[in-house]
């Protein structure tokens, strides 16, 4: 039986490999003697023909996973060789177990890639899109016996973007850490400090000192690494909401500490927030946050590209 499973969300398309390993390993293969895993980038054709001819061990069928077959640099040298090996197999459970594994987007005009994307069991895993990613998330906290709020989950998905395996393992350390009881936007921001909200202090901080190029350039890096545009003015509408709380609040003789139970904010907001008080007005704030609101509507309304109205934003303020 052939498995091929490939694309850029590799974190779900490696739970479908560890789902079919531990099947095998539960069915089949109890000893554990007959999973053999082989790494594509240097694989040789002897390598592969002892993988797939060798006999099982107190057990009539295999698993050979192979990794990332497609990243071989001399590919175009094996590939008939296998393809003709696979041209043989009928694809039943009566044969080895066979699965290919690739954690990225393989050449899809390639007669290995057509030959393999021809089987039954052959899945593209590509990054989720919003309404998928947050039914995703959903689904993890209920596997885990906990709920999260709508503000919750939307301050972790733009703090994790699309990357799985960072949101998988802020889910459980949330889940760990509520017992239960409903996760809400204090409880992000208390136990998640993703690698958005560094950049975003960054982003803000580029803006107020009208530095318009690096401005651009850590949005669209934000963009390029796969955080939705939506998620991304979600934050920053977050930032300015707090710089302008904060603003209500500080005085000459308020501690930090102090400031964050007012606002009721974790610490290490307030903290990288306040430096930037000092470049804005109560006003600049209130008009930098209209703007803001506004251009929220325009992303959800406007016919312009999302990405154009971000560029607009930072090069009109």
Known sequence: MIFFFYGEDTYRSYQKVKQIRDKFRKEIDTSGFNTMILEGTDLTLEKFNNAVTQAGFLSDKRLIVINNLFNHKSLAIIKDDIIEYLNKQTDSSAENFLLFWQDNKPDKRSGLYKKLASYKYSQEFEPLNDSKLSNWAVHEFNSQGAKITRPALTLLIASTGNNLWQLSSEIAKLCAYKKGQAIIEQDVESMTHGKLDENI????????????????????????????????????????????????????????????SQAKLHPFVVQKSLPLLSKYSINDLKQIYHKLTKLDLDLKMSPINNETLLDLFIVKN
């Open 201 to 260: 202090f960054k982003l803000t901080d580029a803006i107020a000192n009208q530095n318009k190029a690096q401005a651009l350039k850590l949005m669209n890096d934000q963009l390029a690494a796969g955080v939705n545009e939506q998620y991304l003015l979600t934050m920053i509408l977050r930032q300015y909401r707090i710089l302008l709380q904060l603003k209500s609040l500080v005085s000459n003789n308020t501690t930090n500490q102090e400031l964050a």
